[in-house]
């Protein structure tokens, strides 16, 4: 905050000049959550870490298929399903192509792919090196999962006290189970430390800046605050487009990306659901569907739309008709 006044603030003078201006409460105190939502802040933010983890090992993990020659992603969906890693297991045990015969047990029935084409799949070249660096990232990918795991075991306990307010974030579109205690984890359940809904959308980095000169708009950039919060929302707002239950947001959507595009589209139906989080959250209400409902058939009327006659003769007039 202190970046907002001008002056040094480095030397001896002006540290006086500054603890004046806390002495007299002109600078806000940073948002400080209690210690039960801070220490599930620690352990969300850490399993966010691992997760990154994990999916890096996987990424260089499917490098090394791809140097390999080893192409069963384009056959089966998951490299890591429970199929794809038994057969890549055993091509790392023997270090050499793997016949029919030993593939055949580790088919799923209802798998849509034939055993011949998973086997053309996985004939590849492997070298040692290759087949060497593979197992680790294979091992050092199960250690993340099982870390995830006690990381998740030790969360459960911090989040019973909120259990009613995680369920009504869960009540909002695009929000799933790890997302609303994400975002509970970063903002708390005390909604009275914010001044307003806008308040907490720009410490979560989700407001544009208002930055003009003589009528011209030299940037409308969104800062760099919220680095755990505004990523997870703007994943939660993709998911609230795509949900048939609550169309608002889709048409919210689609009527700024017209004259936005997509980026900002997107992280204005972020700053939405933050803002539906805010007010639920601050009234202990569920997210209400009715409204929105009511909004969608008030702002958004259908194309369908009777030409009446006057319409019809300009519409023509301007094909190049003349009507009498």
Not at 246 to 259: S, V
């Amino acid at each position: 905050m202190l970046k907002q006044f001008s002056g040094k603030k480095t030397d001896t003078k002006d540290s006086v000049w500054i603890t004046d201006i806390f002495k007299h409460g002109l600078v806000e105190g940073s948002f400080m959550p209690p210690l039960a939502i801070r220490q599930l802040r620690d352990l969300m933010r850490y399993r966010f870490k691992l997760v990154n983890c994990k999916s890096s090992e996987k990424n260089r993990f499917q490098n090394s298929l791809t140097v390999s020659n080893i192409m069963i992603s384009n056959i089966l969906t998951d490299t890591f399903g429970k199929t794809s890693k038994s057969i890549l297991e055993l091509i790392l045990s023997k270090e050499d192509n793997v016949s029919m015969e030993e593939i055949k047990p580790l088919l799923r029935k209802n798998l849509k792919s034939s055993p011949q084409e998973i086997l053309d799949s996985v004939e590849g070249n492997l070298t040692h090196e290759q087949n060497s660096k593979m197992k680790v990232c294979l091992n050092h990918y199960d250690n993340i999962l099982d870390c995830i795991n006690q990381i998740e075991q030790a969360i459960l306990p911090l989040i019973q006290p909120f259990q009613n307010e995680i369920n009504l974030i869960l009540t909002v579109p695009g929000v799933k189970d790890i997302s609303a205690i994400t975002i509970l984890s970063e903002i708390g359940a005390d909604m009275s430390v914010f001044k307003d809904a806008e308040h907490l959308c720009s410490w979560a980095g989700l407001t544009p800046q208002c930055n003009e000169s003589a009528g011209k708009k030299k940037s409308v950039h969104i800062s760099r605050a919220g680095i755990y919060l505004k990523p997870l929302l703007i994943q939660c707002a993709n998911n609230a487009i795509r949900d048939k239950k609550c169309p608002y947001f889709k048409l919210r959507y689609d009527a700024i990306k017209k004259r936005r595009g997509h980026k900002r589209a997107i992280i204005a139906i972020a700053r939405m659901l933050l803002t539906c989080i805010y007010h639920m959250l601050s009234k202990n209400e569920p997210f209400n569907h009715q409204i929105y409902e009511q909004l969608s058939q008030k702002n958004f009327k259908s194309k369908d739309k009777k030409l009446n006659i006057n319409n019809a003769i300009k519409f023509l007039e301007s094909q190049g008709y003349k009507v009498s």
